[in-house]
């Protein structure tokens, strides 16, 4: 139907641990205050990270990083084959981009409780909030 976004990936269980597994590869080298996956108009999950070094450094060498946290992480011969992160996979944001309050309203915090394929799942990030 026009105008309908087509439901191609749902958030399950094991995409939530890959993201939260990424998630703590990643926060060894970029600064990360929220991190939350969403489904785009396209029908594809995207794994953004809010980050305040946006700002600062900017999104190329947040990618950067990105990419040599990727190479380390992909390598390691996951059992996630049916989902691979790449770097079109991931975004990056400012805390001050009005994004991230879009993202909040469609807000979930309890990993694996009982969430909506449609809604946001955020990871929790203790001493962030």
């Not at 785009?40 to 990618?63: A, C, E, H, N, Y």
């Not at 946001?120 to 990030?125: E, L, R, S």
């Amino acid at each position: 139907m026009v105008g309908e976004t087509m439901l191609v990936e749902v958030i399950d269980e094991k995409i939530i641990r890959l993201g939260r597994e990424f998630l703590d590869q990643l926060r060894k080298r970029i600064l990360i205050q929220d991190a939350f996956w969403m489904t785009m108009d396209d029908g594809k999950l995207k794994l953004w990270f809010v980050s305040q070094q946006m700002d600062t450094v900017g999104p190329i060498r947040l990618f950067e990083k990105a990419q040599k946290t990727l190479d380390r992480f992909n390598a390691a011969n996951y059992p996630y084959s049916h989902f691979r992160l790449t770097l079109s996979r991931i975004g990056f944001l400012s805390p001050s981009d009005p994004f991230v309050n879009e993202a909040k309203t469609r807000r979930r915090v309890n990993e694996f409780a009982d969430f909506s394929v449609y809604d946001t799942f955020f990871y929790v990030i203790a001493g962030t909030h």
